[in-house]
């Protein structure tokens, strides 16, 4: 097993951990789905589908993240989210930042809408 297989495993080890705020529905090498939890009191009565999308590369690449479950967000745009204004990207990961702070970081900028950087609708 390579090391980035280990390094994935290991990342998908610590996310089924994370039972409160995010259920793994699936994972592979290419992707991992799983529906985080907020805690926000708009949020909290649902969980959202969302895709990790990871590079052949990664993680030497960031992952693209998608909400597969539509979900109604000043900083949700077509299924892409926004964080401070800016569509998560390469910019913002380094190759040690770990899916479990991926997520977390998703699920703060949904519990914590950042209303200075909304994104335009797309319609």
Known sequence: MSVIHKRLKC?????????GSFILDSASPDAVIGRILPQSSIFNQAGF?????LPPIYPFACPHIHFITRIYHPN??????????IMYSSDDY??????????????NVIDNPDIDHA???SI
């Open 49 to 53: 589908q969302i895709e990790l999308k």
């Open 11 to 19: 990342e998908i080890d610590k996310l089924q951990q994370l039972s």
């Open 119 to 121: 994104v335009e609708p």
């Open 76 to 85: 949700v745009d077509s299924g892409n989210i926004y964080f401070g204004g």
């Open 94 to 107: 380094k190759t040690t930042t770990s899916l479990v702070e991926i997520v977390n970081q998703i699920i």
